[in-house]
């Protein structure tokens, strides 16, 4: 699963962002202009930078959007074939970027981190909490049950005396997403 925000900011350095999941007004290409040939695949980034440059900063729509498999097999795999790169070049001197040309897959690997004491199990962020009782047990799954309420988004828990398991994971996005890894970073701190 590939869900990294986005933001004006973000965009002068990566593109984590799914072509085939923006969409833009029409008015927007009418004011800023078609996608850019001479930046090859890199088009719709130039183009987001563009509509950053007018104002228009990207959000994330609410729900799932473009599932999208990351593998070394994918079409961007070859991200740094010559005429990619040519594209790349082009794009990174129109907009004064000093960044690294990749691909999705390499983004992804670089954004998505595990948590420091977390582990990545069947598709969840896990981790054991021990405690010198069960009171002091409970009154933590009280305060992750506060936190999970309060973000609408709910972890598995198991509870052994003086011990106390969480698992995050998003069912709906089929695995771990960008909100289970600030879920999985804020239990921690409780």
């Given at each position: 699963m590939f869900d990294h925000d986005a933001s004006c900011e973000s965009l002068r350095v990566n593109n984590t962002v799914l072509t085939s999941s923006i969409a833009y007004a029409r008015e927007v290409q009418d004011a800023l202009g078609p996608l850019d040939p001479a930046v090859g695949s890199y088009a719709d980034w130039d183009f987001m930078v563009r509509m950053c440059a007018a104002g228009l900063a990207p959000h994330k729509l609410p729900g799932l959007g473009v599932c999208y498999e990351l593998h070394d097999d994918n079409v961007s795999a070859a991200f740094d074939?010559?005429?990619?790169?040519?594209?790349?070049?082009?794009?990174?001197?129109?907009?004064?970027?000093?960044?690294?040309?990749?691909?999705?897959?390499?983004?992804?690997?670089?954004?998505?981190?595990?948590?420091?004491?977390?582990?990545?199990?069947?598709g969840a962020l896990e981790r054991e909490f021990k405690f010198d009782d069960f009171i002091q047990a409970m009154a933590f799954v009280n305060r992750v049950a506060?936190?999970?309420?309060?973000?609408?988004?709910?972890?598995?828990?198991?509870?052994?005396?003086?011990?106390?398991?969480?698992?995050?994971?998003?069912?709906?996005?089929?695995?771990?997403?960008?909100?289970?890894?600030?879920?999985?970073s804020r239990s921690s701190e409780l």
């Open positions: 074939a010559p005429e990619r790169r040519a594209g790349f070049e082009r794009f990174a001197g129109k907009h004064g970027l000093e960044i690294r040309i990749a691909n999705h897959l390499a983004i992804h690997r670089l954004l998505v981190s595990v948590p420091d004491d977390w582990s990545e199990v069947d506060d936190l999970a309420e309060s973000e609408n988004h709910h972890p598995d828990v198991e509870i052994h005396y003086n011990r106390v398991k969480l698992r995050w994971s998003t069912h709906s996005a089929g695995g771990i997403t960008d909100k289970d890894r600030e879920m999985a």
